[in-house]
């Protein structure tokens, strides 16, 4: 409600638009902890591209950015994390009805300082 700053990108001045920051590292190379994301929801997924990163929020709050993919199980999706230590940040199936908002990524602006 209240930003520490504004930022001025003329193809993401849109009020469907909200830029967050990143945190974490499953999305290593992609995004960086630290980058700024832009986020535009999608009110209606039903339907949606597949193979795209997509901001979730899960009906139990929890809040991730990964590339979602066709899940080898029925009404699942497989979220999968860009870093190569799939140890630390597996790829996770998740049922279809877990997912309460998505949001498209639109851009992402790298934090080199971080």
């Not at 504004?6 to 995004?31: H, V």
Request: aromatic share 12%.
């Amino acid at each position: 409600l209240h930003p520490e700053f504004n930022i001025d990108f003329a193809p993401a001045n849109k009020d469907t638009i909200t830029w967050f920051r990143g945190k974490g590292n499953s999305m290593l190379g992609e995004i960086n902890s630290g980058d700024y994301i832009a986020l535009e929801e999608i009110t209606n997924f039903d339907w949606f591209p597949l193979g795209r990163v997509y901001g979730i929020i899960t009906k139990n709050g929890f809040r991730t950015i990964k590339r979602i993919v066709k899940s080898e199980l029925e009404d699942h999706y497989l979220l999968k994390a860009s870093n190569p230590d799939k140890i630390s940040h597996p790829d996770q199936d998740i049922p279809k009805d877990m997912i309460c908002k998505l949001f498209k990524v639109m851009y992402v602006i790298k934090d080199l300082d971080e």
